[in-house]
């Protein structure tokens, strides 16, 4: 009896033990709120420089309480990250998309996210091949150099997405969001294809067997997570759970969501792509299908999570940069950490403009018209703007320097503390400094962007009719809507391009079967016949 007492006192104090942590991090999680609600109207600051910050605070705090022992109230798990966290992130980010401004640039979002992709990969392996074997970093292999231009391609779609503006930048924004995640997706597939590959015994064959993967993993996420997205548009249309409980559909929407992500997961497939295309899926179809209730519940649960999961991963990262086990192990050779971080982030640079700059040169050769080309000045901010590092390239270089979350060995261990300080330093200096630069370079942009950026039917722009037809006789039908201007007549006019050969399939096969805006069968008390009364 006493055994069986001690035993449950035992797993009392295990379980109170691990709920101070959690409430700590709730409160942490809390604070970083209501600070970046103080200081919303800082222009210099935004929400993830507010949780790095709170979280450096809480590490200094932690490692004076412990004696140094150590900074952080929770160990860095990648199924933490790329189960729980991620999943939301991504998939809101697909949500809210402007889907015009998106797929208007959707060659441009690839071209920059895949090919530009490949090529910073292959600039900072290079480099930091031919730096770091001069500065005689042991443990490092071939595998370890290709992983570190994986690593540090993955760029931070959360901190770029909060530091620009969609309807101030329209074009910019698409272009930086789409490649963010386009960037990332890739970066995650490379990551995994260079693991999975014997890096011994290099040839032609290895080569093509690697691109062959590459396309692979690419295509099948993508059709995963349209495919996702249609059934679940097609199961709410057609049994229409509104009736009886709009409980239901919301919870049908949030699960089948989640549910693309970890079949991605299941199949090894690219879960950031399929999760991506999954929301932009259910948005366009999905999202129109179910009632008014539950689409201001949906865009707003999936926002939330979204807010709620960017600061969890940055106040974090926050704490983790002050993990004094990995410190102790480099601190014989602070000179040798700083100098690999100094690499590292001039390689970053050097990555990103040996492709923004030459791929934007030749995509303005497939524009005619001027208002499409990406000038000197945008291409500029978009190098600026994809400079920052965050939390993927975080979990990329735990999956490959660490055990568990843990590394005694001394290359890895600098590695980890150099991604560490390159993460900060260019997500504090960098993300300081996009919006001042945006204002400088696009100083006259916020009033025609908000002009050629409004796309009333999306989850983004919830406040105006939400079944209203996009066209030009609607515009000049309605007396409230101000005049159209030349370039905002010339962007909306149909021309034979992809999206509208795309916009006639659509409208003709697509949604008479997966429902969506205008699309859906009458039904009493149904999103319809809402919308119906409304205007009547």
Known sequence: MADILWKMRAMLSSDH???????????????????????????WMNESITALAVGLCTGVVILLTTGGKSSHLLVFSEDLFFIYLLPPIIFNAGFQVKKK??????????????????????????????????????????????????IFSATDSVCTLQVLNQDETPLLYSLVFGEGVVNDATSVVLFHAIQSIDLSHINSSTAAEFLGNFLYLFISSTILGVVTGLLSAYIIKKLYFGRHSTDREVALMILMAYLSYMLAELFYLSAILTVFFCGIVMSHYTWHNVTESSRITTKHAFATWSFVAEIFIFLYVGMDALDIEKWKVVSDSPGTSIMVSSILLGLVLVGRAAFVFPLSFLSNLTKKSPYEKIGIKQQVTI????????????????????????????????????????????TVVFGLMTKPLVRILLPSQKHTASMLSSEPCSPKSFAVPLLIRQDSEDDQASNNVPHRTSLRMFLSTPSHTVHHYWRKFDNSFMRPVFGGRGFVPFVPCSPTDQTVQQWQ
Request: with cysteine.
């Open 383 to 426: 190098w600026w703007a994809g400079l920052m590092r965050g939390a993927v390239s975080m979990a990329l270089a735990y999956n490959q320097f660490t055990r568990s979350g843990h590394t005694h060995l001394h290359g890895n261990a600098i590695m980890i503390t150099s991604t560490i300080t390159v993460v900060l330093f260019s």
């Open 101 to 150: 401004q998106f797929f208007r640039n959707f060659m441009t979002i690839m071209l920059f996210g895949a090919v530009g992709t490949l090529i910073s990969t292959a600039t900072i392996s290079i480099g930091a091949t031919h730096f770091f074997k001069k500065m005689n970093i042991s443990s490092l292999r071939v595998g370890d150099y290709l992983a570190i231009g994986a």
């Open 17 to 43: 033990s691990s709920v101070v942590p959690i409430n700590l991090f709730v409160a942490l999680l809390c604070a970083c709120i209501v600070i970046g609600h103080l200081l919303e109207e800082q222009r």
